[in-house]
T-cell receptor, first 116, second 117 residues
Framework: ETGVTQTPRHLVMGMTNKKSLKCEQH?????MYWYKQSAKKPLELMFV???????ENNSVPSRFSPECPNSSHLFLHLHTLQPEDSALYLC???????????????FGQGTRLTVV | AQKITQTQPGMFVQEKEAVTLDCTYD???????LFWYKQPSSGEMIFLIY??????QNATEGRYSLNFQKARKSANLVISASQLGDSAMYFC??????????????FGRGTQLTVWP
């Protein structure tokens, strides 16, 4: 299995729908992340979980709701989204050790979300 | 705060030639790490190479090398002997040791590399 798996790969949803994105990591890492990648913008960090506790909520609207039931799984629950939320949503994981800066993040293939 | 600048929206290179992708950064953290990722059209971000701010030597990984010039705050990626499969988006990223959220990476806007036969 690949290190970080995201499902679904593609999602089209209406503005009144509720959907969830799923991320699973098989690397034994202790931190997981959601990033948003919009066209012509740098990747934006949305949420960070360390040992299943949220340590960052980067001013993300409440229509995005993360959930981390265990260290291997991360969800992003979506409801009443707007068309401008259409983007590639990337999940990542890393093994954090104190203040070390040499730890790379491993990314999934992303979910390409279109809000209509 | 950390800032990454990639000034080349697109680059073209002929197969088997070398190409340099530019990256400059700004940070006040005393210790930081610099990363390069490759993103093919499939979407996955693939880690390529890492350079630590205190590393004395430039990092190398196969055909990838990082031209690290600390005084200039630049961390350019050099790809030698380009292959058609190298065509992708390339992102420079960094993380620091102070104040930043655990594990947070700051990304540039990326450079689209096209390798032609």
């Amino acid at each position: 299995e690949t290190g970080v798996t995201q499902t679904p790969r593609h999602l089209v949803m209406g503005m009144t729908n509720k959907k969830s994105l799923k991320c699973e990591q098989h690397l034994g890492h202790n931190a997981m992340y959601w990033y948003k990648q919009s066209a012509k913008k740098p990747l934006e960090l949305m949420f960070v979980y360390s040992l299943e506790e949220r340590v960052e909520n980067n001013s993300v609207p409440s229509r995005f709701s993360p959930e981390c039931p265990n260290s291997s799984h991360l969800f992003l629950h979506l409801h009443t989204l707007q068309p401008e939320d259409s983007a590639l949503y990337l999940c990542a994981s890393s093994q954090e050790q104190g203040k070390s800066v040499n730890t790379e993040a491993f990314f999934g293939q992303g979910t390409r979300l279109t809000v209509v | 705060a950390q800032k990454i600048t990639q000034t080349q929206p697109g680059m073209f290179v002929q197969e088997k030639e070398a190409v340099t992708l530019d990256c400059t950064y700004d940070t006040s953290d005393p210790s930081y790490g610099l990363f390069w990722y490759k993103q093919p059209s499939s979407g996955e971000m693939i880690f390529l190479i890492y350079q630590g701010s205190y590393d004395q030597q430039n990092a190398t990984e196969g055909r990838y090398s990082l031209n690290f010039q600390k005084a200039r705050k630049s961390a350019n990626l050099v790809i030698s002997a380009s292959q058609l499969g190298d065509s992708a988006m390339y992102f420079c990223a960094m993380r620091g040791d102070r104040g930043s959220t655990l594990g947070r990476l700051y990304f540039g806007r990326g450079t689209q590399l096209t390798v032609w036969p």
